[in-house]
């Protein structure tokens, strides 16, 4: 079966739903193909100790404020599904689940989406997959030598299954820190990072960061120099878990290993430590394998783009993938500036 729609966004996360929101705004039909089969994006993927770096106020869609959360200046993940849930139905928007999408493909003056449940013909797609479905594994010797427990950040759920073990957290971002924080209690922990962990002042959260993010931009896109963006406050945020057991020492980040070893990891000098589990915080990479067969990808894997529109392809925006794609686009407070900016190039584009 096929179907016909103006627009045909991919992924209801946070990203799609903008993207939805603002498409209505501009009078145009579109569906949400969604391959998750309740509504909450990444967030119901989540472990279960994940707090926002932002308060609710200034974690917000556009055109709802995201609600306070009992007893929590920092939302955490199970309140952001609520919203994101709640922010669907209030706008009624036509988000059909589960739903995957396999490939899309140009159709002369369409772009046809090839799903598992039927083809749609569309005049423009909004890419909103988001990078939680690609986490990013590095390459490191010995990994088939470790005989212990590996694991990414994706499948974390809580530090119950790992209490009294020997657990080596690797990462120095927010969801090393987080992690690391959740199992300082509990566990035999080591953290290691590539480089020392740098601590955002205590009194910085998110809307500092988004107004880096946008600050750094603007002085690119006019000509002057890189202001250093997010990376120039630090890389952790402090919320309140993180705060606690940095204050109490329990937080304290060691080198890098070279190795894994069949009981742990062994550092450059012939030092080892034990372990029951590795988990790697190291990040994700954006998922992006539906747009193949278009071949737009440049030599780093990322698609050329003037704002989220890509370069090769005018009938594509790419929404949500970091800022490639828009300042703090990655964010629920970032995302609703660049889906503004899509859904007008958009309607611009169909005029």
């Not at 994940?50 to 306070?68: E, K, N």
């Not at 000098?269 to 998922?287: L, M, N, Q, S, V």
Request: aromatic share 8%; net charge positive; glycine share 12%.
């Amino acid at each position: 079966m096929t179907r016909t729609s103006q627009v045909v966004v991919i992924g209801s996360g946070q990203s799609g739903l903008a993207a939805g929101y603002h498409l209505r705004r501009q009078g145009l039909g579109f569906v949400i193909l969604d391959a998750q089969s309740t509504a909450g994006g990444a967030w119901q993927h989540t472990w279960n100790s994940l707090h926002l770096f932002s308060p609710a106020a200034f974690s917000s869609l556009p055109g709802r404020l995201m609600p306070t959360q009992a007893h929590e200046e920092y939302p955490d993940a199970r309140h952001v599904v609520e919203y994101l849930a709640d922010y669907e139905k209030r706008y009624e928007l036509p988000v059909e689940r589960p739903v995957r999408v396999l490939g899309v493909h140009r159709d002369g003056p369409f772009l046809r989406v090839e799903t598992d449940s039927g083809t749609w013909r569309a005049r423009a797609v909004i890419s909103a997959t988001g990078t939680w479905w690609r986490p990013f594994l590095p390459a490191v010797p010995g990994r088939g030598d470790f005989g212990g427990r590996r694991l990414h950040t994706v499948e974390y759920r809580g530090p119950r299954e790992f209490t009294g073990r020997r657990v080596i957290v690797v990462g120095g971002g927010n969801s090393g820190a987080q992690i690391a924080a959740d199992l300082a209690h509990t566990t035999e922990l080591t953290w290691v990072t590539r480089r020392p962990p740098r601590f955002l002042a205590d009194d910085i959260d998110g809307r500092a960061l988004f107004d880096a993010a946008t600050a750094r931009r603007r002085a690119l896109d006019a000509g002057r120099s890189d202001t250093g963006g997010v990376a120039s406050l630090g890389d952790i945020v402090a919320v309140p878990p993180v705060r606690e057991a940095r204050d109490r020492g329990l937080l304290t980040a060691g080198p890098m290993f070279t190795r894994l070893v069949p009981g742990g990891v062994e550092w450059a000098d012939g030092t080892r430590a034990e372990a029951d589990a590795i988990i790697w915080c190291t990040g994700f990479r954006p998922a992006l394998s539906h747009l193949t067969r278009l071949q737009l990808r440049g030599r780093r894997g990322h698609i050329a783009t003037e704002g989220t529109r890509a370069l090769d392809e005018p009938r594509l925006h790419l929404l949500g993938y970091g800022d490639w794609t828009g300042p703090a686009s990655a964010t629920l407070i970032g995302v609703g500036r660049p889906a503004r900016d899509a859904a007008r190039a958009i309607a611009e584009l169909l005029a």
